[in-house]
């Protein structure tokens, strides 16, 4: 059974650009949700989908959206991107909210 | 609101010592699901166990053992006889109940773990 799936694994980008990150969740999971990993605030909560309608959401300015596919896969974008938005992004899926969370090899981004 | 605390920042043992994680946890909520995490130098979080809060048997997996009591807010980590494979990072996570088919993982900051030979 395959896993959880991050496109790209890696990416940079300028400063003002914005990005699009790609995850597929595992086979059957109707769960997907995002964080952000920091050396200095670690791991954040981002957002999360179910069933195409995005439940909850963590504390990230407007400038982070997401959005989920009737197939389950989910999109993250991050628009005017700042330097601090560097980071590792991590989808994790779940067969449904509450279960275990399966995480991706994530997406690292550097904005310079 | 909750909070997940891991007191150790980093432990460094040599190879076949037990080592202990510690995790304390605070929530509000009566019913909440606890996780352990690790992750290796290629980034990718690696589910270990997730436990309810109505549970709170402990849990053994081969090395690992899970110690679940309510009454510190603690759920604690034992790797017995400790691997050179085990260095990672490991991670303490609490979820509330799924309200509303939403799920939201709160992380402690992590624990670097260095297994030296």
């Known amino acids: 059974k395959a896993g959880v799936t991050q496109t790209p694994r890696y990416l940079i980008k300028t400063r003002g650009q914005q990005v699009t990150l790609s995850c597929s969740p595992i086979?059957?999971?109707?769960?997907v949700s995002w964080y952000q990993q920091t050396p200095g605030q670690g791991l954040q909560f981002l957002f999360e989908y179910f069933s195409e309608t995005q439940r909850n959401k963590g504390n990230f300015p407007g400038r982070f959206s997401g959005r989920q596919f009737s197939n389950s896969r989910s999109e993250m974008n991050v628009s005017t991107l700042e330097l601090g938005d560097s980071a590792l992004y991590l989808c994790?899926?779940?067969?449904?909210?509450?279960?275990?969370?399966?995480f991706g090899q994530g997406t690292r981004l550097t904005v310079v | 609101a909750q909070k997940v605390t891991q007191a150790q920042t980093e432990i460094s043992v040599v190879e076949k010592e037990d080592v202990t994680l510690d995790c304390v946890y605070e929530?509000?909520?009566?019913?909440?699901?606890l996780f352990w995490y690790k992750q290796p130098p290629s980034g990718e979080l690696v589910f270990l166990i997730r436990?309810?809060?109505?549970?709170?048997q402990n849990e053994i997996s081969g090395r690992y053992s899970w110690n679940f009591q309510k009454s510190t807010s603690s759920f604690n980590f034992t790797i017995t006889a400790s691997q050179v494979v085990d260095s990672a990072v490991y991670f303490c996570a609490l979820s509330e109940a799924a309200v509303q088919g939403a799920q939201k993982l709160v992380f402690g900051q992590g624990t670097r773990l260095t297994i030296n030979p």
């Open positions: 929530t509000r909520d009566t019913t909440y699901y």
């Open positions: 086979s059957g999971h109707r769960s």
């Open positions: 994790a899926s779940s067969l449904v909210p509450g279960r275990e969370a399966f």
């Open positions: 436990r309810n809060s109505f549970d709170e």
